[in-house]
């Protein structure tokens, strides 16, 4: 099945040497205008111990946060388990499968990516993007991974979607980044 592209915006995670980050620009679109140019995308769980980044409708993407929120206390925080749990619920439920939203969810040791189609991706690299700037940077993050070897996550992350940003009409400078280490 082919999973759903969402403009308006750009989600990141990078995990490099024990550090992850994730980070997303501040952009949300209405049709063909810039709304608002500072929203945060990025939301911490768990005390901490979880980060995620959405992309897509913000009132969709905040119920599948609740949703998500809600299956990680029901699986004593493992983060994989609830996910999967996530998956099938929005893909069976008849309104959830409505919602038009994706997210990546990460901890220090590892990230996925869940989607309205049932997916639950581990990506390759430990590099996931989402959002309409995904493909540009992801790209700069597997190049900025293997030749800048100085660099960390944070760095990584924050480069690449600056990259994204030039070229992505849906994706602005205006970025949030949280770091889990």
């Known amino acids: 099945m082919k999973m759903k592209k969402y403009k308006s915006t750009t989600v990141l995670a990078v995990s490099k040497n024990g550090q992850v980050a994730i980070g997303a620009d501040g952009q949300a679109t209405m049709g063909n205008y810039v709304a608002k140019s500072n929203v945060n995308k990025i939301r911490i769980l768990q005390d901490g111990n979880i980060v995620t980044g959405f992309a897509g409708s913000t009132a969709d993407a905040f119920t599948l946060l609740e949703r998500f929120d809600q299956k990680l206390s029901n699986y004593s925080g493992n983060m994989k388990r609830a996910a999967i749990e996530l998956a099938k619920d929005w893909r069976t439920d008849r309104y959830l499968r409505r919602l038009e939203a994706m997210i990546i969810i990460a901890t220090k040791e590892e990230i996925l990516i869940v ?13 996931a993007a989402i959002g309409s700037g995904a493909m540009y940077a992801q790209s700069a993050a597997l190049a900025l991974k293997k ?7 944070e760095q990584i992350v924050t480069e690449s979607l600056h990259i994204a940003a030039d070229i ?5 400078h205006n970025l949030m980044i949280e770091v889990l280490k």
């Open 115 to 127: 989607s309205g189609t049932g997916d639950v991706l581990e990506p390759d690299n430990q590099i």
């Open 147 to 153: 030749h800048a070897p100085k660099l960390n996550a």
């Open 168 to 172: 992505c009409i849906y994706t602005n």
